[in-house]
Each structure stands twice: as C-alpha cells, then as structure tokens.
C-alpha cells in the first residue's frame, strides 16, 4: 500500500508533515496545456497539491510533441489536457485531477475557487483575461512566458497585466529546454506560495542568454493597484 509519507518523504524532509499535508487542501488552475502546462503539470501534480484543473481545448500536433514532454506519438489528435490529466493521475495516487477541453471564456463560468492560476497560454489576448478573472476572484496568479532562448516569469498579485503592450505578436520558434526552465521557475513559485514560504510578488523576471552565451537575469518592479 503506497502511503503519503512514502510517495512525500523528500519533500517531508524539506518542511515538515504539516505543511506537506497542507497541500492537500489546495486547489489550483493551469490555463493551458502545452509546454508550459505540460512541465507545470509534471512538477506540480506530483507535488501533494490536492487539485489540480486543466484548461485547453486544443489537441495534440506532431510539431507539440518536441517541446510538450507529456506527449508522445500515440497521443497526436487526442485533447491535451486530457492527456496530461491521465498522466498525473497515473503518477500521483493522492490527486485529484479535472481536464476541461473548452475555451478558457467557458471555463470562467464555472463556479469554482482555486488558490492559484498558472498561466501556461501563448498570447497576450489569453493572459489578458486570465488576469481580469483572477482579479475579479481576488486569486494570485503567475504569468510565464517563452520564445527562441528567452523567458519571462511573474507573480501577479497587486499589480496589473495591462501595462504590457497587447498587441499581435508572432514567436520567433522556442527551443524545448527553456519552456521546462519557465515553467520550473513558475512551479518553485507557486509551491513556495502555497506552502507559505517568503515569496517575491508582482516582480517581472526576464531571463536570457546573451551573445556569449551567459544566463541572465533581470528583474523589474511591477506598477501596483492600491
């Protein structure tokens, strides 16, 4: 029989059994569930939080499956957060998981809470919304961001998505190793956020390698709402 303390027993011996079964009162949204959604679900779903909701109507293309690491072959046609769903599920006997192939419009009519939103979507318009209806749920939620080498992570809490430029914007292409690298940045924020450790809030992380090659990091305030 396969035990709590078991399955956890790393991250027990990081913070404790009362925080580890903390988690399992938790209940979170990942809007999308390709690269980032795929990498959030792997780190996150297998983590202790006790729900977990996949939003994306989309289903799986060949040319996902380099950078979707939840996908394989086999896989191409079928609904994405279905997919991704099945797998955390398989992995994690402790988790409760729900797929919702709809557009993200349908799921806000849902009557639900979550503790967090993580944005896993490709467009500005998306995140745009997602921070209109986390604001108006009064629920944080983390932006993340990829094209070609580059990435970009924030926790909304206080400030507004608005001041980004929403316009069209077609992605350079974006190499797999850095969508896992955004979306393990969003997931060590939000399981740091949801275990009540110290947490940077409304700061904008830009991260790229430069011309020789060096990782960097740049960090910008976030204009807050009072």
């Avoid at 078991?6 to 059994?17: A, N, S, V």
């Avoid at 690491?69 to 955390?88: H, L, P």
């Avoid at 939103?117 to 997602?130: C, G, P, Q, S, Y």
């Amino acid at each position: 029989m396969i035990t709590v303390e078991d399955y956890f027993k790393r991250q027990i011996q990081l913070w404790g059994e009362e925080t580890q079964n903390s988690l399992q009162d938790k209940k979170i949204a990942i809007i999308g569930a390709g690269g980032l959604g795929c990498s959030l679900a792997y780190a996150l779903g297998t983590s202790g939080i006790g729900e977990i909701n996949i939003v994306d109507f989309d289903r799986v293309s060949l040319h996902n499956i380099h950078r979707q690491i939840a996908f394989t072959i086999e896989d191409e046609g079928r609904y994405k957060s279905e997919v991704v769903a099945d797998i955390i599920k398989s992995k994690n006997p402790f988790i409760k998981v729900h797929a919702y192939t709809i557009e993200f419009n349908e799921f806000q009519n849902i009557d639900k809470k979550y503790d967090l939103i993580l944005d896993a979507t490709d467009n500005l318009h998306a995140r745009e919304e997602i921070d209109r209806f986390a604001k108006q749920r009064n629920t944080p939620w983390i932006y993340g961001s990829v094209e070609a080498f580059n990435g970009q992570v924030c926790f909304f809490d206080r400030a507004s998505f608005q001041i980004f430029n929403i316009g069209e914007h077609k992605p350079a292409g974006v190499t797999a190793p850095i969508v896992m690298h955004i979306a393990s940045f969003q997931a060590n924020l939000a399981l740091r956020y949801l275990t009540k450790l110290p947490i940077v809030k409304d700061k904008l992380y830009y991260l790229y390698f430069n011309s020789d090659g060096e990782l960097i990091t740049q960090k910008f305030n976030m204009p807050t709402q009072n």
